[in-house]
C-alpha cells in the first residue's frame, strides 16, 4: 500500500501545503482519506481524480471535508459526463453538511454524485481495504481510521486529544500518520489535539513502529514538534511534507 500526502496543513491552509488530505494506493484502487482546503487541487499532480474509488471523511471541519465540494463540480459536470457515484464514508450529518456548505437543496444535495454512508463499527471493504474506525476525542463527531491492504495497514488519527481508542484502534499498525498539532505547553485543551509528545506517546503504547506527524499548524514550527516527539518515540520517525510518498 502507498501513502501519497496530499495535505499536511493543520487547521486551515499553509503556504506550502494544502489542509488534511492523504491518498492511499493498492492493486489499482485509491481512497483518500479527508478533503481539507485547497487538497483537491493538489490531488491532481499525484492521481486522476476519476479514478478515487472512495472518500473518508474523519469529521465535518471544513480543513478535513470543505473540498469535497469542489469535487461534486468536478465530478457532476465533467465533459465526458458525470462520473460515476462514489461511497463518502463520514460522520452523522455529512451529506446534509455538504449540501448547505455549497448551497443546494437538502435533497437531492450531492446524492447523486456520492452515496453518503455513515462511518460503521464493523469493518468496511473498498477493493482491496479494508478501513475501521473509531471515535476520538474532538469536539465533533470525529473518528481515527485505520486501513489495512496487503497484509500492511495505516492507522490515521483524524483530530485528537489523547485517547486510548486510538491507541486500540492503532494496535499492529504499520504506520501511525497521527496529528501533533500543539507545542508543549502547560494551557493546552483537552479533547482538541496532540502534541508531538503525545502523539509519540500514543504511537508506542500502539506499538507502531513508524510515526509520521501531520496536522502541523503553520504558526508552529514543525522541527520543534518534530523534537518533542523525538524525545518520547524510539522508532522511524517523520514529519509529514507535500507530495511526500510511503511504502506501508
Ligand atoms: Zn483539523
Ligand atoms: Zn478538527
Known amino acids: 500500500m502507498r501513502l501519497t500526502v496530499v495535505g499536511w496543513a493543520g487547521s486551515f491552509p499553509g503556504p506550502d501545503s494544502p489542509a488534511s488530505s492523504y491518498l492511499l494506493e493498492h492493486e489499482g484502487s485509491a481512497i483518500l482519506l479527508d478533503m481539507g482546503n485547497g487538497s483537491l487541487g493538489a490531488l491532481q499532480r499525484y ?20 473540498d469535497l465540494c469542489s ?8 465533459p ?10 463520514g460522520p452523522s450529518g455529512t451529506a446534509d453538511r455538504m449540501a448547505a456548505a455549497y448551497g443546494l437543496p437538502l435533497k437531492p444535495g450531492m446524492h447523486d454524485e ?16 479494508s478501513i475501521e474506525t473509531t471515535r476520538v476525542a474532538h469536539p465533533v463527531e470525529t473518528y481515527a481510521i485505520k486501513v489495512t491492504a496487503g497484509g500492511r495497514s495505516i492507522v490515521y488519527s483524524g483530530d485528537t486529544g489523547p485517547t486510548d481508542s486510538l491507541v486500540e484502534l492503532g494496535q499492529g ?12 505547553g502547560p494551557d493546552n485543551p483537552t479533547d482538541l489535539h496532540l502534541t508531538g509528545g503525545q502523539a509519540a506517546d500514543l504511537a508506542m503504547r500502539a506499538g507502531v513502529g513508524r510515526l509520521m506527524l501531520t496536522h502541523l499548524v503553520a504558526w508552529n514550527d514543525n522541527e520543534q514538534v518534530r523534537a518533542e516527539a523525538a524525545e518520547v518515540y524510539d522508532g522511524e520517525l517523520m514529519v509529514a511534507s507535500s507530495g511526500l510518498q510511503v511504502e506501508i
Do not use: W
Not at 499498525?173 to 508543549?184: G, I, K, N
Open 47 to 66: 492521481a486522476d481524480i476519476y479514478a478515487i474509488d472512495a472518500v473518508f471523511l474523519s469529521h465535518l471541519h471544513v480543513d478535513h471535508c470543505i
Open 71 to 78: 469535487y461534486y463540480v468536478a465530478r457532476k459536470y465533467c
Open 80 to 89: 465526458r459526463g458525470a462520473a460515476q457515484r462514489i461511497p463518502v464514508f
Open 114 to 129: 456520492f452515496n453518503f454512508m455513515r462511518h460503521d463499527p464493523d469493518p468496511t471493504v473498498v477493493g482491496p481495504f
Open 173 to 184: 499498525a504499520d504506520l501511525a500518520l497521527f496529528e501533533a498539532s500543539f507545542l508543549a
